[in-house]
C-alpha cells in the first residue's frame, strides 16, 4: 500500500432512480473470521447548513462490520473526530487498539455533496489514500457504499461490492391470498423497491452485465414466461413464451445473448438467444434434462444442471456447443452452479449429509469445499467482486438469505421484517 494523492471518483451508478431508506431485509453477521481487522471510521464533519444529509461514517462503518472481515470501533471509544490529515495522530489511534483509520468531511458543492475522505494505516503510521466524491443529494446513501467499496479495497487489496444491489422475489401472504413481488434493494437491504408484483410465482431473477434490466420468469399467464424489465422505469417486454417450460434465464457477458431452459421440443434443454434477433440455438439436446446454465466469465462456456448420468450434477460444455464434461462427483446430486468473476471456481447445491449446502469447486484442483451447513440452502449467486455468495434458505420453516464467504468463513442472515424471500441475485458493480 502506497501513498496517494487526493482522487477524484464520480459515481455514474447514483443517476439510477432513488428509493426509500427504509430496509426491507434485516442483515445479520451470523459468523464472522477470527481476527477481524479492527478499524475505526470517524464521524464525518459537515459542513453545510443544518443536519448533514446522512451519516456516511455510520454507514460505512456498518458495511465493513458486516463484511465479517472487520471488527468496528464504537465511536464512543474514539479519541478524537480528526477533519483532515492534518489531525492524523498514529499514537492516540494505536492506544485504542485500531489498525486502520477512516476520516472524512462532507459539504455541498454545485448543487451536490462532495464527500472527501482519507484512510490511514495507523501501525504504518501511513496515510493510504484520500479521495473526493460528488454525490447528488438524494442519494448520500449509494455514495456511503461507494466510500466503503473504496475503503474496503484500501485496506484488503480486493474490490468492495457495497454498492452493488441485489435482486430478489418476496412472498407474502397464504392460499388465495399469497402474493409474489420482484424486489430490489442496496446491498444491506436498504432502499428497497418493488418492481412488479403477481398473484402467481416469479423466480430466476438474473441482472444484465449493465445493471439496467431483469430477466425473470413469471407465471402470471399460468404458465411459465421469460420476461425482461427496466430497473429504472420499469419498461417490461416478455422475451420467451415458447411452447412448454421457459426457465433459468441468464445473461451472457456481453448483453447480447440470453441462455434459458426451453422444453418446446419435448425435453428440457438448454437454448442460446440472441437479443436483437429472436434467433434461438440450441446448446445442449439430449433425453436428459438440462437446466439451470451458468455463464463463464469469458461467455466461451455454459455450466449447467442435467441428469444423463443418472442423478442431477454440474457439467460444463464449450460453446457453440460440444460434448458435455462432468465437473461434480462428490454429491448424491448436485445443480444450480454459479460461476466465481474470476472463472477459477463454481458455487453450486450439493445434496448429501441429509440437506443441500453450497459447495465451492475450484476448477484448477478439483478441490471440493462445503460452504454452508444448512438444510435446505439454493439459488447461490456470486457478489460481483467474488468475495461472498448470497443464496435463499430456510429458518425456522421461513424463506430468508443467506451469504456466506468465498472461504466459508463469514456467514450473514438477510431475512424480511415481514413475508419470506427467496431467488436472490447479485447486481454487477
Do not use: C
Amino acid at each position: 500500500m502506497k501513498r496517494r494523492g487526493l482522487q477524484i471518483w464520480f459515481l455514474g451508478v447514483l443517476m439510477l432512480v432513488a428509493g426509500q431508506a427504509a430496509a426491507v431485509l434485516e442483515v445479520t453477521v451470523t459468523e464472522g473470521v477470527t481476527g477481524a481487522i479492527p478499524v475505526a471510521v470517524a464521524p464525518f464533519a459537515w459542513d453545510g447548513v443544518g443536519s448533514p444529509p446522512e451519516d456516511v461514517a455510520q454507514i460505512v462503518g456498518a458495511n465493513l462490520a458486516r463484511s465479517g472481515l472487520f471488527e468496528v470501533l464504537p465511536r464512543q471509544a474514539l479519541p478524537a473526530a480528526p477533519e483532515s490529515p492534518d489531525g492524523f495522530l498514529a499514537e492516540s489511534w494505536a492506544a485504542v487498539g485500531a489498525e486502520y483509520l477512516v476520516i472524512g468531511r462532507k459539504r455541498p458543492e454545485q448543487g451536490q455533496i462532495l464527500i472527501e475522505f482519507h484512510v490511514f494505516d495507523v501501525l504504518a503510521n501511513q496515510r493510504l489514500g484520500g479521495f473526493r466524491i460528488p454525490v447528488p443529494p438524494d442519494m448520500m446513501r449509494r455514495g456511503a457504499h461507494r466510500v466503503s467499496d473504496i475503503v474496503y479495497e484500501e485496506i484488503t487489496g480486493d474490490k468492495g461490492a457495497f454498492s452493488a444491489r441485489i435482486a430478489y422475489v418476496g412472498v407474502a401472504g397464504e392460499g388465495d391470498q399469497r402474493r409474489f413481488t420482484l424486489e430490489v434493494a442496496d446491498s444491506d437491504g436498504a432502499n428497497p423497491r418493488t418492481l412488479f408484483r403477481s398473484s402467481e410465482p416469479l423466480m430466476s431473477p438474473d441482472w444484465s452485465p449493465d445493471g439496467r434490466d431483469l430477466v425473470y420468469v413469471s407465471f402470471e399467464n399460468r404458465r411459465s414466461e421469460v420476461f425482461r424489465q427496466n430497473v429504472e422505469t420499469g419498461a417490461r417486454e416478455r422475451i420467451a413464451a415458447f411452447k412448454g417450460i421457459n426457465s433459468a434465464p441468464v445473461w451472457s457477458p456481453d448483453g447480447r445473448r440470453i441462455a434459458l431452459t426451453l422444453s418446446r421440443e419435448g425435453t428440457a434443454n438448454i437454448y442460446v438467444l440472441e437479443l436483437a434477433s429472436g434467433e434461438l440455438t440450441p446448446v445442449v439436446r439430449s433425453n436428459a434434462i438440462d437446466t439451470e446454465p451458468a455463464w463463464s466469465p469469458d461467455g466461451d462456456s455454459l455450466y449447467f444442471t442435467s441428469d444423463r448420468a443418472g442423478s442431477p450434477q454440474v457439467y460444463q460444455v464449450r460453446l457453440p456447443g460440444g460434448t458435455p464434461q462432468r465437473l461434480t462427483f462428490e454429491a448424491t446430486s448436485a445443480g444450480a452452479p454459479t460461476v466465481s468473476p474470476d472463472g477459477k471456481s463454481v458455487v453450486y447445491v450439493h445434496a448429501g449429509d441429509g440437506g443441500l449446502r453450497l459447495a465451492r469447486l475450484d476448477l484448477d484442483s478439483r478441490r471440493v469445499t462445503l460452504l454452508t451447513r444448512g438444510r435446505y440452502d439454493k439459488s447461490p449467486s456470486f457478489a460481483p467482486n467474488g468475495s461472498m455468495v448470497i443464496y435463499s434458505t430456510t429458518d425456522r420453516g421461513r424463506g430468508i438469505l443467506g451469504s456466506v464467504s468465498r472461504d466459508g468463513q463469514v456467514h450473514q442472515r438477510l431475512a424480511a421484517r415481514s413475508g419470506e424471500v427467496r431467488e436472490p441475485a447479485w447486481s454487477p458493480l
